[in-house]
């Protein structure tokens, strides 16, 4: 009988033993608190600020709550300059508060923000600057600093990808005025759903506390027009369980991309991730590659795997400025660099539990295109 080819799926999520979580969710029980900040809620926040090394941080029901009420916490008007080579989360947010994107076009070898292209798109309305830390490369930090103190602009970095990541020694929470961190089951780090805010001004914690709950302040004053974007006790306490382990898992990361690297460094027409930055410790979230000039045509490439049961990603296509919801009012033509890596990047399977035999069969699958 034929060997039947298992799928091997784009991601995986990281989760400890079952044992580990329903110990940890035992007390949730015999105290019936559930949510609004219990215990569990306040351990986390207080271990992530270790671990990001920030003083300043605020946990959120998912990561594009935690932007978007950033950006109302901010009270930003006007235009906000960012990338359409991201989760439609990025935009939606911008937009969702009223305000107008900017699309600035990106960097041909990391893929976020190009920082050349920043200042031509700054006006009299222009309030904010929101780069994409994209696929845990770090965007240009320093000179996007330059730029925004230069022209009195925040500056707020979606870090969605970055858990765990390090530029000079530094997490993504110590840039910019803000960082949003997505902690969803497909992240390095998940709390199942979560996310958070890191911040540099201390009196930002109180409003996004409140914000978060309604705009609550006390059961007899609400001050803000807020929602409800809190974190429950469940997703807490997966959240304290995976940190125990998230170097182990990033380190299993480190060597599924090596063995990808093994395989296809050298095979024409392929553009694969680089590590070689000494200031940067990748967290190796994603394993993208760019098919310019392989024999084979990006949706080609994802059918045939497809057709594998090998289930890739075009992460990030299309471009949010290409999104239907967004028609008439941008355009990717806009962007010429992003609209042409969005129109040939996949992303290969990448999770910590991917066998390298796995890998191996994926690439051989790649090497038999012709």
Known sequence: MEKQEKPILVTRSSMPSFEEFTEMIRPIWDSAWLTNMGEYHQELERQLKEYM?????????N?????????????LTGEVITTPFTFASTTHAIVRNGLTP???????VNYTMDPDKIEALITDKTSAIIPVHVYGNFCDVERIEQIAKKHNLKV??????T??????????????????????????????????????????????????????????????????AKMNE???????CNLR???????????????????????????????????????YAYFPVVFDGFVAGRDLVWDYLASHKIYSRKYFYPLTNEFQCYQGRFSGEQTPVAKYVADRVLTLPMYADLAMEDVDRICGLLKEIK
Not at 172 to 191: Q, R, W
Not at 202 to 207: D, L, Q, T, V
Not at 247 to 274: C, F, M, N, T, W
Request: with cysteine.
């Open 234 to 240: 469940f997703q807490a306490a997966m959240g304290i």
């Open 63 to 75: 990561g594009h709550m935690a932007l978007e009420m950033v950006i109302q916490a901010m009270e």
């Open 245 to 283: 382990h998230v170097d182990g898992e990033i380190e299993k990361r480190r060597h599924v991309a090596e063995r990808y690297l093994e395989h296809l460094e050298g095979v024409k027409g392929l553009k694969l991730p680089s590590y070689d930055n000494p200031d940067w410790k990748p967290n």
């Open 156 to 161: 707020i970095y979606d870090a969605a990808h």
């Open 163 to 228: 858990f765990g990541a390090e530029y000079k020694g530094k997490s993504a929470a110590a840039y910019g005025d803000a960082s949003i961190y997505s902690f969803h089951a497909t992240k390095v780090f998940n709390t199942i759903e979560g996310g958070a805010v890191a911040f540099g001004e201390p009196w930002m914690g109180h409003r996004l506390n409140c914000l978060k709950n309604f705009g609550i302040v006390d059961q007899e004053h609400v001050v803000w027009v807020g929602g409800n």
């Open 102 to 108: 900017v699309f600035c076009d990106i960097d041909p």
């Open 53 to 61: 090394k920030t003083d300043n941080l605020v946990l959120f029901v």
